[in-house]
């Protein structure tokens, strides 16, 4: 795993932002389509691509993508 | 009422209950045999079978650990037993996930759990004529089954549909042998089936807020089995009882 990669991968998840719109530094909870659907599409995304299990609050307790990636990273 | 002989007693029935091992299907065990059923109980644990085994009241019950996704051990354990007054099955499986990253072993493995299985018992049971005229069939289905609507939730969904949808076909194939056929449908019941719905604590606590009386209690859909078995639903037959905490009031 690798972070550009991985903020690509995660930017592709969404479907009413533009991918533009998501870098390292995004704070994603602050993204006007960040709901409890996308938090289930992230987690069963984190799963399904890394074989790592995220929880929702784990979710909330990260602030950027790049908080995200370095908590999935360790795991 | 609730004595050896009230309309609620299931003394004298002996009744096959499936995914006896945790839940829904444990309590259930638990409550029937408190009111006379002698048991069969099922599920692939024999560990936490036999847990189940070590509650249940009365005598009479037997169990057996077995995967019922496994077609020649499930046609082998029902050719074993006796004939039943009552079937309940409780077995099944839940998986969240989101409609767009489904993939199909997800649907496969839902479905062969959720439907395939149970429907196969049910042919087995018909097949070797193991239920006495006056028997009755419980299938545990769901609010999901086409009454509320949850995110990540379609393909679970869509076997409680199914499982709904051939219970009712059933309720009239076996009406001229006097056997009834019904289905319950849960709202969110405390169970460790939670813990696989991948969302967390603090998530379940908010959705329990939107129910007027909190999630249910294993037992709350036991009772609701008990009355299907017993007498005091000899009317009842095809029916979808709905068992939500008041969720879908509004
Ligand atoms: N909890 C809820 O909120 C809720 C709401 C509506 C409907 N329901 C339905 O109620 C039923 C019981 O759920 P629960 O909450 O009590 O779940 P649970 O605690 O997870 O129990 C599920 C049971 O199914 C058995 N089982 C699963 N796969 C099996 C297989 N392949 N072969 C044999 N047994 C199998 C398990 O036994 P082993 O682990 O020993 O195999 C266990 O005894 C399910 O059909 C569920 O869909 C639950």
Known sequence: MELQDFVKKFA??????????????????ELEEWSSLTILVVITFVTTEYGKAVTGAELRSCETVEDLYNLIATK | MIGENGPFSLSGKKILITGASSGIGRSCAIECSKLGAALIITGR????????????????????????????????????ISNLDGVVYCAGIQKTCPSKLIQRADIEAVFETNFFSIANINSLLLKKKKLNKGA??????????????????????????????FAKVLALELSHQKIRVNCILPAMVKTPLLETISVDKEQLELDEKRYPFGYGSPEDVAYAVIYLLSHAAKWVTGTNLLLDGGLTLR
Do not use: C, W
């Not at chain 2, 169990?63 to 996704?69: E, G, P, S, T």
């Not at chain 2, 609507?149 to 409680?160: D, H, I, L, P, T």
């Open chain 1, 12 to 29: 592709d998840q969404f479907d009413n932002t533009d991918p533009e719109e998501i870098t390292a530094s995004t704070r994603y909870q």
């Open chain 2, 136 to 165: 009755s069939i419980v299938f545990i289905s769901s609010t999901a089954a086409g009454i509320v609507a949850e995110s990540g939730n379609a393909v679970y969904s869509a076997s409680k549909g199914a499982i709904t949808s």
């Open chain 2, 45 to 80: 644990n024999s560990e936490r079978l036999e847990e189940t085994m070590a509650m249940l009241s009365g005598y009479g019950h037997l169990f057996k650990a077995l995967d019922l996704n496994d077609g020649d051990a499930t046609s082998g354990f029902i050719s074993d």
